[in-house]
């Protein structure tokens, strides 16, 4: 069974490549450890993803309001936020190889230990004791995972600055101007779309644990709660809108998506309750999602000065916030394991409509026929305008039908010499492989009825 799910991985990473999803950064250098860029085919998907969440929870509410904030922030906003203090992981090195890892995956170090250095470990594969010196590892430190540079010339102390390892902090930092700009009362929320950096000790498995990944986070700002019922139906209220964007907009099987009640003393420093949404990975269970109640802890630390007044009272007050965060990367990853389907013949994404970088993909039948390439390229210039449409005339139709299931499109679209004669075309179906005919004036509202 792990046999299969590692070949499961390495058949997506490979598809990725092969067809313009993910490659590895910098390869022609040899590659930079754990770096990936999104090819042609990945940037639409991820870009589909984004948009599909920005729609809905930012457009199409209206408590919600959107920011786009720099990367690099003041470091007080790191002090006050206790990232400076608390944002670390337990580092173990391996004191043959001087390997390091993190301590708080007993798994991976039991693996490290077995697989490279060929010793037999017995005990508790997910107790403590193997964090400990008795089975060839440091004993733990706290290694914080901030991302430093300097601003400006000079690489002095008074100079740090770090990259973001949230997006979050800049909704908190930014309250005040949203709400004198947009003078929006309580529950509202701001949400953004942006990069984090955090220098892991143990990246992998593809772009599920990177270095530098995107985030899209939401700080929901809710009144003072009178008691624990006040801040638990927001709770619930994104509890709810997360699993129905899992399900709904990605398309992910919710049965392959589990709720992790994350106990006292495993939470962030900031959260007094947090959910972790776990998917079945190829390579197992872990977190896609995170939903956490972050309480007036972050507001409290960035204002001195009540930041919110009742419109009606008079009062100030710190608002109280809930967090639902979702990484891109993971969002992806997820999909696209979700999406994988092997059938005999062939290989094939099961992307919902609008997820897919392609909408649908345009043939003739022979690239050596004149009118034929002339009526496809009209067929597909008009499409063109309204979406996202491919042009393939190479090789026989059966291949191009395989490069397109692999990358997910839809549709696919061949002008034959029917085409010549009775102005329709074939369209055929990626998950069934069915076809149908379809007049050319009304391809435009065929597809756009599938993207609804
Ligand atoms: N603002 C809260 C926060 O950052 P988190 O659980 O540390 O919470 C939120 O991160 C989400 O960001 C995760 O659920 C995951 O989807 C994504 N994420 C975190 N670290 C990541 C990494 N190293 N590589 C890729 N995605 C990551």
Redesign the pocket.
């Known amino acids: 069974m792990a046999e299969q799910k590692d070949v499961l991985m390495e058949k997506i990473v490979s598809l990725c490549k092969r067809r313009g999803f993910v490659f590895p950064g910098s390869e022609i250098y040899g590659g930079f450890a754990n770096s990936w860029d999104y090819g042609p085919v990945g940037v639409e998907l991820k870009n589909n993803i984004k948009q599909l969440w920005w729609n809905r929870f930012v457009h199409q509410r209206d408590d919600m309001v959107g920011i786009d904030a720099a990367l690099i922030m003041n470091p007080k906003v790191w002090e006050a936020s206790g990232h400076l203090k608390e944002f670390s992981d337990p580092l173990v090195e391996c004191t043959e190889c001087h390997e390091r890892f993190r301590s708080d995956d007993p798994a991976l170090l039991f693996a490290h230990v077995q697989e490279k250095h060929h010793k037999s470990i017995q005990g508790d594969r997910t107790g403590t004791e193997i964090s400990g010196v008795a089975f060839g590892f440091t004993p733990p430190k706290q290694f914080n995972l901030m991302f430093k540079t300097f601003i400006g010339p000079a690489e002095e102390q008074t100079n740090i600055a770090y990259f973001r390892p949230?997006t979050?902090q800049a909704m908190f930092v930014d309250f005040k101007n949203v709400l004198d700009t947009t003078r929006r009362t309580l529950p509202f929320g701001i949400g953004q779309i942006g990069k984090?950096f955090?220098n892991?000790i143990t990246?992998g498995n593809f772009i599920?644990?990177?270095?530098e990944?995107e985030?899209m986070?939401i700080e929901y700002f809710i009144p003072v709660p009178a008691n624990d019922e006040d801040w638990k139906k927001y709770f619930e209220l994104w509890r709810k809108e997360m699993i129905s964007w899992m399900k709904d907009d990605l398309g992910i099987n919710i049965e392959h998506v589990h709720e992790l009640e994350v106990p006292d003393g495993e939470r962030?420093h900031y959260s007094k309750r947090t959910i972790d949404f776990e998917y079945d990975f190829p390579f197992g269970k872990n977190?896609?999602?995170?939903l956490?109640y972050r309480t007036d802890f972050d507001l409290k630390n960035h204002f001195k000065e009540a930041p919110y007044r009742d419109a009606e009272t008079g009062e100030g007050c710190w608002p109280h916030t809930i967090?639902p965060?979702?990484?891109v990367?993971?969002s992806i990853l997820a999909v696209l394991s979700d999406s994988y389907t092997e059938e005999e013949e062939r290989v094939y994404l099961k992307l919902k409509p609008k997820l897919a970088p392609y909408k649908a993909a345009v043939f003739p039948l022979l690239r050596n026929k004149e009118e034929l390439v002339k009526k496809a390229r009209e067929v597909y210039e008009n499409l063109h305008k309204k979406f996202m449409v491919a042009w393939d005339d190479r090789g026989n139709i059966g291949k191009r039908y395989y490069a397109q299931d692999e990358i997910g499109t839809p549709y696919c679209i061949t002008i034959d010499f029917d085409t010549l004669e009775k102005g329709d075309v074939t369209v055929r179906d990626r998950d069934t492989a069915m076809q149908e005919r379809i007049k050319i004036e009304d391809l435009e509202k065929f597809i756009a009825s599938k993207l609804e």
Do not use: S
């Open positions: 949230e979050a984090a955090r892991e990246p599920f644990r990177t270095r990944f985030q986070e962030a977190e896609l999602y995170g956490a967090e965060t979702w990484g990367d993971r």
